[in-house]
């Protein structure tokens, strides 16, 4: 269960930032430091129950990304509330945390304590998680030898190992080759309708038409529209948006 | 229910299992492409102490008892706390590709870099406690106190890093400040030379130093072998209770901030 309760998200940057003390202190002679505001949400207010996948669609710059950054609890409400039951799993910049010194092996835990799963967690999904990576061996290798494609399967891998209550996903990734892509798409898809509350956000029209129940569609940072999936993304098309 | 209902729920594990996988890959990474890997650790304040010695050996060896032991657990106290304290200095800027992608409370990043530190600490003792055996002889009931002398030195070090951590993401050349700061206070410190060198009036001062406290606790108990006295547990009580509870609420306040500066 996903429950928004009028979010708004302010950014509040001092104008002509100061970067060093020495520059601060000499600001500060002039006069009071000035602050510029930025809203990037406005009163967004919606509910995602269990089961229930929610897309999010609107231009770039609409707030879809602090958004799912204000879900994840990366970022704070300036005002408003955000409320979230049961495990929470956000398939946002996947891989964040893996040190490439170590090895493939030693990412699933480090990253996975970063996903705040526990040990006892990951040492039973571990075989499973190497299995659906198809690193075979090289999971006992550094990850700076692996390719790119290699690293992101394994990031997904260990994203992908929870049953969540509430799923955060930010445009189904296409990584690895076709074989691993057509898998991650299907455990992706697999994960979205296994009965938790899903934030989808997508540049894809025609995968939220299908893959929702709901959309929301920001504008500017607020709500332009909520409602049935396709009829959402019906008024978006036609309302001019990309 | 606020946006810090996340947390309850989805983390009953807690973040000991991220602290200890932190320190761990702080670990491993620090020593796998070093020759001496884990030996640095021991050779470092050995180095020093060799050099120091040589230089000031001269000067204050008549005036201390055990100058290579008051001079090594000098150097590996201060060198501990530089080391965590600049360590946690840069622990919120230099993870900003983390704290900007992954939800986990950021005081995670420098309480687990001052603990990586401890871990290099503990293999720093290996040389100190084996010059105490050497020196002082066999030690008595009192070195029982020795975790409790560099737990104090260890919250020190974590409030200071708090607050300089606090302030790096605002002004990048914190880093830079506190590499002159922290040389000044070393000098300002009786790492290698004596207390009783000092003048009356700046031995008053010396007071207001709360790694002095501390370093006089490790002292008592590895040269002279005894508890240290009350005026010392309180400075060092103070030392840390004030550490921390400044740069916890500086810190405090102004981490939700830190994503939008970073």
Known sequence: MIRVNDLSICYRMPRDRATSVKEYA???????????????????SFTARRGEVLGVVGPNGAGKSTLL????????????????????????ELGS???????????????????????????????????????????GAPLRSYSSGMVMRLAFSVAAAVRPDVLIVDEIL????????????????????????????????????????????????????????????????????? | ????????????????????????????????????????????????MGIQYVVFSALFSGQVADYPLYLLSGIVCFNFFTEAAGAALTSVTGNAALITRVHVPVEVYPVSRVL???????????????AALLTAGLPGPSVLLLPLGLAFLALTALGVGLGLATMMVYFRDTQFLWGAVSMLWMYLTP????????????????????????????????????????????????SAGLSMLLGGAVFTRHRDEFVMYL
């Open chain 1, 26 to 44: 000499l600001r500060r002679l002039r006069g009071p430091v000035r602050y510029e505001e930025f809203w990037a949400l406005r009163d967004v």
């Open chain 1, 69 to 92: 950054r204000t879900v994840a609890g990366i970022l704070r409400p300036t005002s408003g509330t955000v409320a979230l039951e049961g495990t929470v799993a956000p398939m946002l």
């Open chain 1, 97 to 139: 945390g893996f040190d490439y010194e170590l090895t493939g092996r030693e990412n699933i835990y480090l990253n996975g304590a970063f996903l705040g799963y526990s040990k006892a967690f990951l040492d039973e999904k571990y075989d499973r998680i190497v299995d659906f990576s198809g690193l075979g061996q090289f999971i």
């Open chain 1, 174 to 242: 296409s990584v690895g080759d076709g074989e691993f892509q057509a898998r991650s798409a299907e455990r992706m898809r697999e994960l979205m309708r296994g009965g938790a509350a899903v934030l989808f956000v997508s540049h894809s029209l025609d995968q939220v038409a299908e893959l929702c129940d709901r959309a929301l569609w920001l504008e500017g940072g607020r709500v332009r529209e909520l409602g049935d999936a396709r009829s959402v993304c019906g008024a978006y098309r036609a309302g001019g948006g990309s």
């Open chain 2, 1 to 48: 229910m606020s946006a810090g209902t996340h947390d309850a729920s989805a983390r009953s594990a807690g973040y000991g299992f991220l602290l200890r996988q932190l320190v761990a890959r702080d670990f491993k990474t620090r020593y796998k492409r070093s020759v001496l890997g884990v030996f640095w650790s021991l050779l470092n304040p050995l180095m020093t």
């Open chain 2, 116 to 130: 990586s530190a401890a871990v290099n600490l503990l293999f720093s003792l290996l040389p100190l406690l084996t």
């Open chain 2, 191 to 238: 790492v290698f030379y004596p207390v009783s060198i000092l003048p009356e009036g700046l031995r008053r001062l010396l007071m207001l130093n709360p790694l002095y406290h501390v370093i006089t606790f490790v002292r008592t108990l590895l040269l002279d072998g005894r508890v240290p006295g009350p005026g010392t547990w309180l400075g060092c009580a103070a």
